[in-house]
């Protein structure tokens, strides 16, 4: 059927659709990623976006019961140049097109999606309406710009559990941290896990959650307003802040809280939480002019010279020089030298930017589990 995608400027591409019928509104972004399609549609941190797939080919290795990072797809829409209308891959069970439909999940083949890229890098992430329902574009366009940004919107209530639960799941085939075994941890896993970690779930991926418990942690996920004072009663050696959608001052409660939790246990942050540990320590966020999505994002670490290969999903970044004195940036991003890691000198808390879980993308990022699990032992020896 045919389909129309209208940005907030008022530029049409023109395609067709799979996935579900209807009219959807989001902020369109792009994905460098060449493969894990299925990773990226059900990662929360997708929610209220419109992903554009830069590779040209989407759906060939189908659907299968392994690689979703969560219960469901989040994203608005999944736009793409050419969709395969056959799964190939032992794995798969159903294809792109079917999971799409059965979840809503509106998509749009036959786009130009080098030209609507190089729009978006040239003005910006832009809101935009999908629809096979109404094919006018200066209807669109209203639709468009009556729509809600992601400054607008409190995503991460959307995402999070509503209530604590355990996570015992370890990492799925070979991909495994480094640290695994200094850790206590044979390949088969970890029978005594060293490490109580609570999880802050602010749109939080299984990957995440694998490589904690390969790490030896034993994981407790809690809602994104969990109280501090609920969190330190579970006594954990440290706490972790996940990934999430949107903009982090949507997210009040987990910031609050997190200020109350900073010098009472090792936190560690990503993503969404790495930009909240920024905000709770004194810094200021700031919005990227089209965001950082993809899995091939050098990223060089500041202590040691090395660079890593990373997987990253943001739209907001931490202004650097909003950091107060006590506050190290660790990591720079190689593409616009944006902040990518910061440490406090004192207080045993880092976070990082990127996704070091990868999924998909390169792994050279893992090690930082490590780190955590080393930040947890010192403050546990002291």
């Known amino acids: 059927m045919e389909a129309l995608l209208v940005l907030e400027d ?4 023109r395609g067709r659709s799979f996935g579900a019928l209807g009219e ?8 460098t990623a060449i493969t894990g399609y299925q990773e990226i ?6 929610r209220g976006q419109m992903v554009v797939m830069t590779y040209p080919h989407i ?8 690689d979703s990072e969560s219960g469901q797809p989040h994203v608005r829409a999944l736009i793409v140049r050419e969709v395969s209308s056959r799964e190939s891959n032992w794995r798969a069970r159903q294809t792109l097109d079917r999971y799409l439909r059965e979840h809503e999940i509106m998509a749009l083949t036959d786009i130009d999606t080098r030209a609507l890229t190089r729009h978006v890098r040239q003005f910006g992430a832009l ?3 999908v629809s096979t329902v109404d094919l006018d574009p200066d209807s ?17 209530a959307e995402v999070t559990c509503n209530t604590p639960y355990e996570w015992t799941e370890r990492v799925i085939g070979e991909w495994r941290v480094d640290t695994a075994a200094k850790n206590g941890c044979a390949k088969d896993g970890c029978a005594h896990p060293q490490w109580k970690v609570v999880a802050y779930d602010c749109g939080i991926k299984h990957s995440i959650l694998r490589q904690l418990v390969e790490s030896g942690c034993q994981v407790t996920v809690v809602p994104a307003q969990t109280a501090a004072a609920d969190v330190l009663a579970l006594k954990p050696d440290g706490v972790f802040l996940s990934n999430g959608p949107g903009d982090p001052e949507m997210v009040p409660y987990t910031l609050s809280n997190l200020r109350s939790l900073l010098g009472q246990v090792p936190i560690f942050g990503i993503c969404l939480g790495h930009q909240l540990l920024g905000m709770a320590l004194g810094g200021s966020k700031f919005k990227l002019k089209f965001g950082h999505h993809g899995g091939n994002h050098p990223v060089k670490d500041l202590r040691t010279g090395q660079i890593a290969i990373t ?24 593409y616009d030298h944006t902040l990518e890691g910061l ?11 990127n996704h070091p879980e990868a999924a998909p993308g390169p792994h050279d990022a893992n090690p930082l589990f490590g780190e955590f699990v080393e930040l947890m032992a010192e403050w546990k020896g002291n």
């Not at 959807?24 to 994905?31: A, I, L, W, Y």
């Not at 549609?41 to 997708?46: G, K, V, Y």
């Not at 759906?59 to 392994?66: L, P, Q, R, S, W």
């Open 140 to 156: 669109l366009r209203g639709k468009a710009l009556a729509a809600p940004t992601t400054s607008d919107e409190d995503l991460v």
């Open 59 to 66: 759906g060939n290795t189908g659907i299968n019961e392994e």
């Open 343 to 353: 440490r406090h000198r004192e207080l045993s808390v880092f976070g990082v930017q």
């Open 127 to 129: 809101r935009g309406v």
């Open 311 to 334: 997987t990253q999903n943001h739209n907001f970044a931490i202004d650097p020089d909003s950091l107060p004195a006590g506050v190290e940036v660790t990591h720079l991003s190689l």
């Open 41 to 46: 549609i059900t990662d929360p941190s997708c």
């Open 10 to 13: 008022g530029m049409v591409f």
């Open 24 to 31: 959807r509104t989001g902020e369109v972004v792009f994905n």
